[in-house]
């Protein structure tokens, strides 16, 4: 959600909803322990406050997110299940996590003590959830020393200790090896805390790839991000019977016009007609989140068939180039990512295109572009 969206654009990503629940019902079924839904990045850039008050009917455990500015959305519109803030942060940002009753991941003797004086002055109690870094080599304590940091979460009385956590870092490679090298690490640390009686009542480890492929490492909470959103993480993996694609990117054709033989199109003039060409305009550029680079690697859909973007993205449009034989005009639907007729443009292909990964694409789709919730 943003201030852009009661502003009519020919451009806009449609959210079905439904199916977002559909995902969430089916990933609960088949994990069959408790699910935290990740909403970072305006939920993968399908809007954050929409998904994640979904998410809430729908009966997850908790909500994830980045920033303290994500969660504040998430409680302003009223959500009211726990919401964890899952990366690495500035001491200053903790104050607001005591406030908005956000819990975090902790990892080091300062964050605690901070915690911990900032919840007794505030008479509350703040959230902590042990990151262990088993070797994703970014925040986190080493295995190892678990002992001495659960010590002094234990010995703060104003911080509770809610979780234990990690990261993989190889869950959607084909070599397993290094996953269960981080599992072995994981169970280390969780034998450390048996052996105080320290048993935090959220043990976690699992992101989208591991928790479809890897059943021993779910716990008893898993955080389903990508394939939330019926987002394949990698081409050749299947997601769970059932779910599907939440998000279309859509615009409508606003100019069709021939243009001569030898006609330049765009900035710096990088595409030059052979022939008589028909050009369409559509209007999204790269401050909607549509790439430049590399040329001539866009395509989308017009009436079920791709067609080529020519010439450089410009800021807030660029040109297609409308096959002679289609009888295109304005208003007809473009999808740039998502399905038409019998063909699908898939996100993790133009992810590829853009030497980037789908979540890049999702995530920075511009809060200008308006999403349209079905
Ligand atoms: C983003 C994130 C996830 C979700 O990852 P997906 O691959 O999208 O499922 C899970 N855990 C942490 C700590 C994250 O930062």
Redesign the pocket.
């Known amino acids: 959600m943003s201030e852009y969206d009661d502003y009519l654009r020919n451009t806009w990503l449609e959210v079905d909803l439904n199916k977002f629940q559909q995902n969430i019902e089916i990933i609960k079924e088949k994990v069959n322990t408790r699910v935290l839904v990740?909403v970072?990045a305006n939920a993968?850039g399908h809007g954050i406050v929409e998904c994640g008050l979904t998410a809430e009917k729908t009966g997850v455990a908790m909500l994830?997110v980045?920033t303290v500015g994500e969660a504040s959305l998430l409680r302003k519109a009223g959500i009211q299940i726990p919401i964890l803030r899952?990366?690495a942060f500035g001491l200053n940002e903790m104050e607001s996590f005591i406030e908005e009753d956000i819990h975090f991941?902790a990892w080091t003797k300062e964050q605690i003590e901070t915690a911990n004086e900032l919840a007794k002055k505030a008479g509350k109690k703040a959230k902590a959830h042990l990151k262990i870094d088993t070797g994703m080599g970014r925040a986190g304590v080493f295995a190892e020393d678990v002992g001495a940091i659960a010590t002094i979460i234990q010995n703060a009385k104003y911080v509770d200790f809610e979780g234990i956590?990690s990261?993989f870092h190889t869950a959607d490679m084909p070599d397993t090896d290094s996953v269960f090298r981080q599992i072995e690490k994981f169970e280390r640390a969780l034998d450390t805390l048996k052996a105080m009686d320290i048993e935090p009542p959220y043990i976690h480890l699992s992101?989208?790839?591991a928790l479809l492929r890897f059943k021993e490492a779910r716990y008893n909470m898993v955080?389903?991000?990508?394939?939330t959103y019926g987002q394949y993480?990698e081409s050749d993996t299947e997601l769970f019977e059932g779910m599907e694609t939440i998000g279309t990117w859509k615009a409508k054709l606003v100019s069709v016009k021939t243009l001569p033989k030898d006609h330049g199109i765009s900035y710096s003039v990088k595409y030059r007609t052979s022939k008589e060409e028909k050009i369409g305009i559509i209007p999204v550029g790269y401050a909607d989140g549509y790439r430049r680079r590399p040329l001539g690697a866009n395509e989308v859909l017009l009436h079920g068939r791709r067609v080529s973007v020519v010439g450089s993205v410009c800021m807030d449009q660029c040109m297609i180039v409308i096959p002679g034989d289609m009888d295109a005009k304005i208003d007809d639907e473009v999808i740039l990512m998502g399905g038409q007729e019998d063909d699908y443009i898939d996100s993790l292909d133009i992810g590829d295109k853009w030497g980037t990964n789908n979540?890049d694409v999702f995530a920075n789709i511009s809060a200008r572009v308006p999403r349209i919730y079905k």
């Open positions: 990740v970072k993968y994830g980045a899952m990366t991941f956590c990261h992101n989208s790839p955080r389903t991000g990508v394939i993480y979540y």
